[in-house]
């Protein structure tokens, strides 16, 4: 039987991952009532993740030097599989935070090395690839949302929801990790820097900023969606997963096709134009409250999120005198860093003013962004 390649290998470990994140986002109200917390509460769970994320990240490329991102990306993979199984049993919401901090742990371990292997990739391969991996990252969110949102329609346990995952999801995760090499050449071992902290050059400062502005965005679906659908849109069921579903076919439109547009017209315009579809998807969510308009909002949200965690993943894996790994954390860090003080501050939003109104403030963010991004076109060629 012939072996399958390794790009075939990660884009289908991006796309496993991302079916348990599908799971996730549409069973946030599951885990909301089963807790019986408000929306800080929820806020306080992604905080928890978070810092765990950053905890993990901030180590990763110490033990990615000493081991390798397919040992790595084995370990998690296998964590994050087993982790999931306790969670419809814990009803206390510190212990659920403690919970989510180790699971955070492992995710974040997780994200730089499979970020980190793909960026790799690009560069041996000597083309854009990264939006194409992280196309098949939303493609699993979408088939993890939509299996969800058709198990919950059919009133379908969450217990059974996360056991028929793992034991289908976990099994392959570890077939396709064993199609990895075990390592990638980089451009970057005579790299200067080989931990991230340093004095960051302008260009990968500017990198993090969008990446945490897009977190911002991408990560209020994937928080909130399921919610908003529920309190503000009064749907149900099937419905109730709409948010989630919408946002990311677009997402997976615009990240298939982003490598193909970056290449056409360059970083700037492309980081420009999204920025643009971006704020106008805000607007109508924060504004109109109609299953047509939710899913127009968020289909033009995920088209606008698409390419740019990519492009910021690319770029930061290719500065010169940075190692690959250390750009790369920095990004990952920057994404995760964003869910430190926005869950908690999102969920005091929602609870005060509406869920709808959690978008409000990411309009101004986008809107401030532009400017340096404008200022700074030339440092986005390389």
């Not at 499979?114 to 560069?123: D, F, H, I, P």
């Not at 004095?199 to 991408?218: D, K, Q, T, V």
């Not at 909130?224 to 439109?253: E, H, K, P, T």
């Amino acid at each position: 039987m012939k072996k399958i390649s390794d790009i075939h290998a990660i884009k289908i470990i991006f796309f496993i991952t991302a079916c348990y994140v599908g799971l996730w986002v549409i069973r946030i109200p599951t885990i909301k009532d089963q807790l019986q917390t408000d929306y800080v509460g929820v806020g306080y769970i992604m905080l928890s993740f978070a810092i765990g994320s950053i905890v993990a990240m901030i180590f990763a490329n110490a033990l990615l030097l000493k081991t390798s991102t397919k040992s790595i990306l084995t370990f998690t993979l296998i964590a994050e599989g087993c982790l999931w199984l306790p969670v419809p049993f814990i009803q206390d919401l510190w212990i659920f935070m403690i919970f989510s901090f180790i699971f955070g742990m492992s995710y974040g371990a997780f994200e730089v090395a499979c970020n980190l292997y793909a960026s790799n990739l690009e560069v041996r391969e000597k083309k854009s690839m990264m939006s194409g991996f992280h196309a098949f990252w939303s493609l699993g969110v979408l088939f993890g949302s939509l299996i969800t949102s058709f198990l919950l329609e059919w009133k379908y346990s969450f217990n059974f929801n996360i056991i028929l995952y793992v034991i289908i999801l976990l099994p392959l995760s570890l077939y396709f990790v064993l199609c990895l090499e075990s390592e990638v050449e980089t451009k970057s071992k005579d790299s200067t820097q080989k931990n991230i902290f340093f004095i960051w050059p302008l260009l990968i400062f500017l990198l993090a900023l969008i990446a945490m502005a897009n977190a911002l965005s991408e990560g209020s679906v994937d928080a909130w969606g399921a919610l908003y659908m529920r309190d503000f849109i009064q749907a149900d069921g099937f419905y109730i997963g709409l948010a989630s579903l919408s946002f990311n076919i677009f997402m997976v439109i615009g990240r298939f096709s982003g490598d193909w547009v970056r290449d056409m017209i360059g970083v700037f315009l492309l980081i420009l134009f999204l920025f643009l579809l971006t704020i106008v998807s805000l607007i109508i969510l924060i504004n109109f409250n109609s299953i047509f308009a939710a899913i127009i909002g968020f289909s033009l949200l995920g088209l606008g999120a698409s390419s740019i965690v990519p492009i910021a993943y690319s770029l930061a894996g290719k500065i010169d005198g940075i190692d690959s790994g250390v750009g790369i954390t920095i990004i990952s860090i920057a994404v995760y860093g964003t869910f430190v003080g926005a869950p908690a501050t999102l969920g005091l939003i929602a609870n005060n003013y509406g869920i709808n109104y959690i978008f409000f403030p990411m309009i101004f963010i986008f809107l401030f962004l532009m400017v340096p991004i404008i200022i700074n076109r030339k440092k986005f060629s390389i």
